[in-house]
């Protein structure tokens, strides 16, 4: 199993900045990928950034160049930095771990994280 705990939300003016964490614990080194999701009220759940294992990272189109994921593995720690913060960047963050173990994959999710991005 993998406990999720993310932490770093807040409210914030449109043009600021934020890092959110999420520290991971339990049985780590099953993680193969672990990921920043959002949800906005009304919207599905979506993909901001994952991280692999070995260092692979994507973005969003609409976080590209603003939004930065990174690991501190000794800390075993996501972080998720973010520039540039705009209303339609709103929403419960999420992280999520991805473990397998053999066949066997799981994943799993922190309780999540609020943005409020207001003037």
């Known amino acids: 199993q993998v406990h999720l705990v993310e932490s770093g939300g807040g409210l914030v003016q449109p043009g600021g900045s934020l890092r959110l964490s999420c520290a991971a614990s339990?049985?780590?080194?099953?993680?193969?990928?672990m990921g920043w999701y959002r949800q906005a009220p009304g919207k599905q759940r979506e993909l901001v950034a994952p991280?692999?294992?070995?260092?692979?990272?994507l973005y969003a189109d609409s976080v590209e160049v603003r939004f930065t994921i990174s690991r501190d593995d000794a800390k075993n720690t996501v972080y998720l930095q973010m520039n540039r913060l705009s209303p339609e960047d709103a929403a419960v963050y999420y992280c999520?771990?991805?473990?397998?173990?053999?066949?066997?994959?799981?994943?799993?999710w922190g309780q999540g994280t609020q943005v409020t991005v207001s003037s």
């Open positions: 991280i692999t294992e070995g260092g692979s990272i």
């Open positions: 999520r771990a991805r473990t397998a173990v053999l066949d066997d994959e799981n994943d799993w």
């Open positions: 339990g049985s780590i080194h099953t993680i193969r990928v």
